[in-house]
Every structure is written in structure tokens, then in C-alpha cells.
């Protein structure tokens, strides 16, 4: 696990560091990074009631609670329909993987809220990168990688991707819209959310895996083994 878990995400974490200090300290003043106050004013000056409230629902989609509740009930369905433990373990594994990412990386980089209304109540962490788009990203393309998977048809994995895309892209634009984050902020947490997907699939998704000292592998003897070996992008 070291080489395909530790090792990545250690990676991982100083790439999202580095991005940190190109951002707030070496290209601060650099476009397009100085044009970043401009996108959100504009974005806070037109604003309306209507958008306001679908900001608010993608916001909430991604918010600490709904990111803890969605993945444990997908992950006890997956349990109970597979009745293996691979498929939760990789979600359950991608999106804390992405906030361990998240939490360090605050810590290490200090930047400011952009300057304009806030319509959320701000958390005590910098603004970069941004936790509600980085969790969207891990969990529900961590979701679309599964039902891909699963899928039969091909229409069907395109379906997933699409609808299950569209939820963190739509959680970006609002974390935008409501005055939270710069632009490269949620840049960067596609960045942290989509490696750690990336990571975990290889990691758990793979069924040569072995665990423990037994070598017992995460599938059971009545497990299905004919889906693919590994997960797509």
C-alpha cells in the first residue's frame, strides 16, 4: 500500500503545495491570476434570487454533512448489492484521501477569501483550494467511475459520466457564484479530487490486489471477477 497509496498522495500534497505558492506568492501577480477579483465581481454583480437558490442546492450537495451521508449510504448499498467490499472501500478511501489532501495542503497555504459578499459563512481554512469542489470531485466522479464500471451498455456509462460530472462542475460554478472561492481554487481542487480518485482506483479497484499477511484477496470465492481489471478514466 505504501508504494500505490502513501507514495502517490505524498506526491500528491506537495504538488498541491507548489500549486499554492505559484498561485498566492510567485505568479500573484501574473495573468491571469490578476484578473481573478474581476471574474468573481462579476459573478457577485449578477446575481439574482433564482440563481441564488440553485447555488445554494449544488453548495449543499457538496457540503461536509452531505458528503459524510452520501457516501456511507452508497457505500452500505454497494455492500449489499455486491455483497463485496471493493467498490465501498475505493469511494470511502477516495474521498477521505481527498480531504486529508485538502486539510494539509490549508494548512500550508494561507490565502484570502475573495473580496466580495460572501453568501456562505466562511470556515476557518484558506481559500485554496477549495473543499466543497475537491469532495464533489472525489465522490460523485468517484460514483461515475463505479457505475461505469458496472454499466452494460455503452450509453449507459455515458450517461453516468454526464449526470455524475456535472455535479462537482456545477459545485465549482457555485462556490464562485457565491463569493468563496478564486477561480484557481477550484481549478486545483480538480486536481486534489480527480488524482485521489485516480489513486484509490488503481489501488483498490484493482482485483490482483492482495491484503494482510494471508494474501487473501478483497473479492470472496462467489465474487464476480469478470468486470474490468482496472477503472477507466
Known amino acids: 500500500m505504501t508504494k500505490r497509496v502513501l507514495l502517490p498522495l505524498a506526491l500528491l500534497f506537495s504538488v498541491m503545495v507548489a500549486l499554492g505558492l505559484l498561485v498566492t506568492r510567485v505568479l500573484a501577480k501574473a495573468w491571469p491570476f490578476t484578473v481573478e477579483d474581476a471574474v468573481n465581481r462579476e459573478l457577485a454583480g449578477d446575481r439574482t434570487a433564482g440563481w441564488n437558490v440553485v447555488s445554494l442546492v449544488f453548495s449543499t450537495l457538496a457540503s461536509t454533512q452531505m458528503i459524510v451521508v452520501v457516501t456511507v449510504l452508497v457505500a452500505l448499498v454497494l455492500r449489499l448489492v455486491l455483497h463485496r467490499w471493493r467498490e465501498p472501500l475505493f469511494l470511502c478511501a477516495a474521498v477521505t484521501a481527498q480531504a486529508l489532501v485538502f486539510l494539509f495542503t490549508t494548512m500550508a497555504i494561507d490565502r484570502r477569501r475573495p473580496a466580495v ?50 455535479v462537482p462542475v456545477g459545485v465549482a460554478v457555485t462556490r464562485l457564484y457565491r463569493g468563496m472561492h478564486h477561480p484557481s481554487d477550484v481549478l486545483a481542487s480538480f486536481v486534489n479530487g480527480g488524482i485521489c480518485v485516480a489513486i484509490m482506483a488503481r489501488a483498490v479497484l484493482d482485483r490482483t490486489l492482495t491484503w494482510g499477511r494471508a494474501k487473501m484477496p478483497l473479492t470472496r470465492s462467489g465474487d464476480d471477477v469478470s468486470a474490468p481489471a482496472t477503472a477507466g478514466g
Do not use: Q, R
Not at 119 to 136: E, N, Q
Not at 137 to 165: E, F, M, Q, S
Open 117 to 166: 459578499e460572501h453568501m456562505d459563512v466562511s470556515p476557518p481554512t484558506s481559500s485554496f483550494p477549495s473543499g466543497h469542489t475537491s469532495a464533489a470531485v472525489a465522490l460523485y466522479v468517484g460514483i461515475a467511475v463505479l457505475l461505469a464500471l458496472l454499466a452494460k451498455t455503452t450509453p449507459a456509462k455515458i450517461t453516468w459520466w454526464t449526470l455524475l460530472v456535472l
